[in-house]
């Protein structure tokens, strides 16, 4: 499975983005997915999570501005980020869990004004 990961960029504090993941491979509809990040000197963090059966999970901070999707047809998971903080900044990696755990490249989103 290789993941690859979009749609970052910068942003002033108050604006929206959309990541993309687009995974390879077969049997997309089975994983697991999530959106992972990491900010410079912190620990890699579960922002959201969305599963198979597509319960979804939230980072508390991100709740009522982070919307994580999926469209099966198309093998890609989404993140959506509306309301986007300084503190949002970060290494945003795409994680899939099937069988094992994949991990895409990462897509840098900086919130600066």
């Known amino acids: 499975v290789q993941l690859q990961a979009s749609g970052g960029g910068l942003v002033q504090p108050g604006g929206s983005l959309r990541l993309s993941c687009a995974a390879s491979g077969r049997d997309f509809s089975n994983f697991h997915m999530a959106w992972y990040r990491q900010a410079p000197g912190k620990q890699r963090e579960l922002v959201a999570s969305?599963?198979?059966?597509?319960?979804?999970n939230y980072k508390d901070s991100v709740k009522g501005r982070f919307t994580i999707s999926r469209d099966n047809a198309k093998n890609t998971v989404y993140l959506r980020m509306d309301n986007l903080k300084p503190e949002d900044t970060a290494v945003y990696y795409c994680?899939?869990?099937?069988?094992?755990?994949?991990w895409g490249q990462g897509t840098q989103v900086t919130v600066s004004s």
């Open positions: 994680n899939a869990v099937y069988c094992a755990a994949y």
């Open positions: 969305i599963t198979s059966s597509g319960t979804i």
